[in-house]
């Protein structure tokens, strides 16, 4: 079974440019969820997707921070401008339905580095 | 908060020993599930233990869960230099996506 595809695995960018990062979750998963890692911390939840629908986004700095997951299968997280702050890795996860109940299927991740 | 908390932030043993971590949680679960992470990838899941089970083993991996007191305990027996990685857990219940900080794990060979 493949698992979760992210891409890139790294990112440098300069403060206030945009980047985007792209993942295809685990096939047959309905649920794909998006966290930010900072170094040192546990990963923090920013959106949560069933199928191309949004269940939870109340942690996503939405002034620059957007996601859309198409046709309830790849998902893409943008960053329009990008802050120093925002320098962590992004890590996407799928699980089969979803709710919290379920253990979680983690890609590797893209590092991102803003300088 | 249903947040998984682990304890101790850091551990550093010698190959060969018993690492022990522990993680306690605030609500009802439904289960309770464990994952690792190596450097510079994603978390793995590593075993889950159900509300009603007492303890889970999983090749040298031990699992306990005391519901009364809210806490949960991994550990990882004969350690090698390969179980180096943050360890997290996180609490099973609906709508709980949340991760603690994790416990850092230093197998020195």
């Known amino acids: 079974e493949a698992g979760v595809a992210q891409s890139p695995r790294y990112k440098i960018i300069e403060k206030r440019q945009s980047v985007a990062f792209w993942c295809n979750p685990i096939?047959?998963?309905?649920?794909l969820y998006w966290y930010q890692q900072i170094l040192g911390q546990g990963p923090k939840l920013l959106i949560q997707?069933?199928?191309?629908?949004?269940?939870?986004d109340s942690q996503l700095p939405k002034d620059r921070f957007s996601a859309e997951r198409l046709k309830g299968v790849d998902s893409t997280l943008k960053i329009q401008p990008a802050k120093l702050e925002d320098s962590a890795v992004y890590l996407c996860?799928?699980?089969?339905?979803?709710?919290?109940?379920?253990?979680?299927?983690f890609g590797s991740g893209t590092q991102l580095s803003v300088l | 908060s249903q947040q998984g908390e682990e304890d101790p932030q850091a551990l550093s043993i010698q190959e060969g020993e018993n690492a022990t971590m522990n993680c306690s949680y605030k609500?009802?679960?439904?289960?309770l599930q464990w994952y690792r992470q190596n450097s510079g990838r994603g978390l793995v899941h590593l075993i889950l233990?159900?509300?009603?089970?007492r303890e889970k083993h999983s090749g040298r991996l031990r699992v306990t869960l005391d519901t009364s007191k809210k806490s949960s305990s991994l550990l990882i027996t004969a350690s090698r230099a390969a179980d180096t990685a943050s360890y997290f857990c996180?609490?099973?219940?609906?709508?709980?996506?949340?991760f603690g900080k994790g416990t850092k794990l230093s197998v020195k060979p």
């Open positions: 997707f069933q199928n191309n629908g949004v269940v939870d």
């Open positions: 609500t009802s679960i439904n289960n």
């Open positions: 996180k609490a099973g219940s609906q709508g709980n996506l949340i």
């Open positions: 996860a799928s699980s089969l339905r979803g709710g919290g109940n379920e253990k979680l299927f």
């Open positions: 096939s047959g998963h309905a649920t």
């Open positions: 233990i159900r509300s009603n089970e």
